[in-house]
């Protein structure tokens, strides 16, 4: 009875209302793909960037500038492809200039200001964009739905197996909240929720192997990169005695709170479903 009161209560359904109405932006987008998703990625990691800059008051500072801008040039790369071999370079030449501020406006910044703006790039830049690439993959109309199964599918059932059955703390310095049952059912219900897509969409898309096998084997290693990437934004927040990122999605946070599974899966998913073509 008190685990269903917890499930019924106000901000468990503010929570779920929030959910759901990402859940229709998810789709909308995604489903449309090309210059709409990739207009969303973006404002989705500048705004995820402005986020973690802010935990340590770099978003609308110089070293913050330059983070931005590097940013909206790597998207430039992976969109038109006579700039796509230039990626490197471009990771190069950012450091390159938050250095160049560094020791131009010594002491004004510290070293770990410039390593989180870095961070910030590859973080919220780089490893978001996987979501609009595994989209634009030939199949990616199908196989970038593995990334939502993998992180919100995740994150859905072990929040309900966690209220529902959850005793053990998985990591409790980092998220007191999490339980080892909402761990296992996470990935459990990620799995079978693969499987099931795998059978609804039969042969749509080909694969060496067996599809259903397949998709099950990357909702599993999603689903558990997606926990640490829930993890590794709570040891960001813990680190710098935040409770949230931001307040853009009630219920939620802000987009690095609602995105850092996702942030972890896209990568991975992109590899994996890669490798196994």
Same mark, same amino acid.
């Given at each position: 009875?008190?685990?269903?009161?917890?499930?019924?209560?106000?901000?468990?359904?503010?929570?779920?209302?929030?959910?759901?109405?990402?859940?229709?932006?998810?789709?909308?987008?995604?489903?449309?793909?090309?210059?709409?998703?990739?207009?969303?990625?973006? !404002?989705?990691?500048?705004?995820?960037?402005?986020?973690?800059?802010?935990? %340590?008051?770099?978003?609308?500072?110089?070293?913050?500038?330059?983070?931005?801008?590097?940013?909206?040039?790597?998207?430039?790369?992976?969109?038109?492809?006579?700039?796509?071999?230039?990626?490197?370079?471009?990771?190069?030449?950012?450091?390159?200039?938050?250095? %160049?501020?560094?020791?131009?406006?010594?002491?004004?910044?510290?070293?770990?200001?410039?390593?989180?703006?870095?961070?910030?790039?590859? =973080?919220?830049?780089?490893? /978001?964009?996987?979501? =609009?690439?595994?989209? /634009?993959?030939?199949?990616?109309?199908?196989?970038?739905?593995?990334?939502?199964?993998?992180?919100?599918?995740?994150?859905?059932?072990?929040?309900?197996?966690?209220?529902?059955?959850?005793?053990?703390?998985?990591?409790?310095?980092?998220?007191?909240?999490?339980?080892?049952?909402?761990?296992?059912?996470?990935?459990?219900?990620?799995?079978?929720?693969?499987?099931?897509?795998?059978?609804?969409?039969?042969?749509?898309?080909?694969?060496?192997?067996?599809?259903?096998?397949?998709?099950?084997?990357?909702?599993?290693?999603?689903?558990? !990169?997606?926990?640490?990437?829930?993890?590794?934004?709570?040891?960001?927040?813990?680190?710098?005695?935040?409770?949230?990122?931001? =307040?853009? %999605?009630?219920?939620?946070?802000?987009?690095?709170?609602?995105?850092?599974?996702?942030?972890?899966?896209?990568?991975?998913?992109?590899?994996?479903?890669?490798?196994?073509?």
């Amino acid at each position: 009875m008190d685990a269903l009161k917890r499930l019924l209560s106000k901000s468990t359904m503010i929570r779920l209302a929030s959910g759901l109405i990402l859940i229709l932006l998810a789709l909308v987008t995604v489903i449309i793909g090309g210059d709409v998703l990739y207009v969303t990625t973006i !404002l989705l990691s500048l705004i995820g960037a402005g986020e973690l800059y802010k935990s %340590i008051d770099m978003h609308n500072k110089l070293p913050g500038i330059v983070g931005y801008v590097s940013i909206i040039v790597y998207y430039l790369c992976i969109r038109f492809k006579e700039l796509s071999p230039w990626i490197l370079e471009l990771m190069i030449l950012s450091l390159m200039m938050l250095f %160049i501020v560094f020791v131009f406006s010594y002491p004004k910044y510290k070293i770990s200001d410039i390593t989180i703006v870095l961070l910030g790039l590859l =973080y919220t830049g780089v490893m /978001m964009s996987y979501v =609009y690439k595994v989209r /634009m993959t030939p199949d990616g109309r199908l196989t970038v739905w593995l990334i939502y199964l993998c992180s919100w599918g995740c994150d859905t059932c072990a929040y309900i197996f966690g209220v529902m059955f959850g005793k053990h703390k998985m990591a409790p310095v980092l998220s007191p909240k999490k339980t080892v049952e909402g761990a296992v059912g996470g990935v459990f219900g990620s799995c079978l929720i693969g499987f099931l897509y795998a059978l609804y969409i039969g042969d749509r898309v080909r694969m060496s192997l067996d599809l259903r096998l397949v998709f099950v084997l990357v909702c599993l290693f999603g689903s558990l !990169l997606s926990m640490v990437g829930d993890l590794t934004a709570s040891a960001i927040k813990r680190e710098k005695n935040i409770k949230d990122f931001g =307040y853009i %999605i009630p219920g939620h946070g802000g987009i690095l709170d609602r995105f850092d599974s996702i942030i972890f899966t896209a990568p991975i998913i992109w590899i994996l479903v890669e490798l196994m073509h």
